[in-house]
């Protein structure tokens, strides 16, 4: 059974970071492609920040520079270290692991950033 389990969100004030946290299980993580996904109310879900299983990443623009993504293949944990929060970053982060068609969710982890 894949379990992706989320962690570090919070309420936090503008300027602010959070760590967030991945555990998964039930998967060969090493070879996932694993990432993280938000949704903010009444908007749809987007990529926020994907790390391949060889270390290359990706970023939604409006994130680059103040948010880091990364693994730890030993720990089956993927991070999203997150920096100068802003208002518009609130949103629930969802983890996600992919491999070919195969796509596993995280139940979500709520981030609310104060003005």
């Known amino acids: 059974q894949v379990q992706l389990v989320e962690s570090g969100g919070g309420l936090v004030q503008g300027g602010g970071s959070l760590r967030l946290s991945c555990a998964a299980s039930g998967i060969i993580f090493s070879i996932h492609t694993m990432a993280w996904y938000r949704q903010a109310p009444g908007k749809q879900r987007e990529s926020v920040a994907v790390?391949?299983?060889?270390?290359?990443?990706n970023y939604l623009d409006s994130v680059k520079g103040r948010f880091t993504i990364s693994r730890d293949n030993a720990k089956n944990t993927v991070y999203l270290q997150m920096n100068s929060l802003q208002p518009v970053d609130t949103a629930v982060y969802y983890c996600?692991?992919?491999?070919?068609?195969?796509?596993?969710w995280g139940q979500g982890t709520q981030v609310t950033v104060s003005s």
């Open positions: 790390i391949f299983s060889g270390g290359s990443t």
């Open positions: 996600n692991a992919a491999r070919g068609p195969n796509r596993y």
